[in-house]
């Protein structure tokens, strides 16, 4: 008698059904219709979207002015965006300008993701639904092309392509320099082979340094972002911040190698923790590094994933059946 009539595989393992891997044609496919949907949405019916107009018909005049000022204006003003607009509107009508800067960032986080985790795509999809990822690409639009440059520089294979894409992304949304710096800080780290105990101080005292001085630097290098940076006080309501800090803590649990190995992404929770109370700006460099939270959390096993998973989710459709989208 057979190994296999002796020992039976048990009745859930029988039915328990198997999820096929996504090859990458399949992943480019899911990553199109994703991002066809949401450049297919009305273009004008959600917030901000005259001002990505204006950027759209006029990105030349408004590099103009900045330079008109000095050059140091123009590097603080994100002049890669405008070199995008710019270049764009040489072959496209303004509409055609904006459904490309959402159909073209939203395939490539999309398919990177799912590249990141072919064989739980069903997840993936789910949690491209997340408002604070999905609204990169319906409201924070420029934010959403850094984004996909920063991750096409994450993921690539040769340290040119990596600091070339991601040293792009600042100048398209000035949130990347912080993301930048973190990254930078969090690489020191693991260099000199300090404890993740020291990763997660490093990016709680970073968060503080951060958040007391953001307004000053943007009124000293004459950002867009100054006045409103001065203007805006923290105003969260708490919910996000108990939420992500309940998030935590699987990570944590993963073991050292995993903290080692996504350590960006468990400092940028550490980092939006920190400044939480502080100001709600730095929320943005948070939602610039939340597809490597998401990479990160279904890398996890077990339990930790079963809880980042069912949180993430009942989070997200808590935030959707609310109303409190974006």
Known sequence: MNEAALF?????????????TLGLGACALLALLYAAV?????????????????????SQRIFDSYMAVSPLVVVANEPAWLFVNMGLAEVLGPEGVMRTVIFVPAFVVS??????????????????LFPPLIKNHIIHLRQGVAVALFLIGWTGRTRARRWGFMGVAPFVHSSMFLALALHSLVELIKRLRLGADVRALASVVAAVVVGASLAIVADLLGARQGDQYRDMAASGSGIGFAFWLLMSFPFFFEGSAFLRRHALAVSAILFYLGTYFLTPLTARIFESLLPLVVIAGIDMTSWRRA???AGSTVWCAALWLTGRLF
Do not use: G
């Open 8 to 20: 039976p595989a048990p009745d859930d393992a029988i039915r328990r059904p198997v999820i096929p």
């Open 38 to 58: 949401l450049a297919a949405l009305p273009l004008m019916a959600f917030d901000d979207r005259v001002y990505y107009w204006q950027y759209a018909v006029d």
């Open 111 to 128: 398919f990177l993701l799912l590249r990141a985790h072919p064989s739980q795509w069903p997840w993936v999809l789910v949690l491209l």
């Open 307 to 309: 809880c980042f998973l």
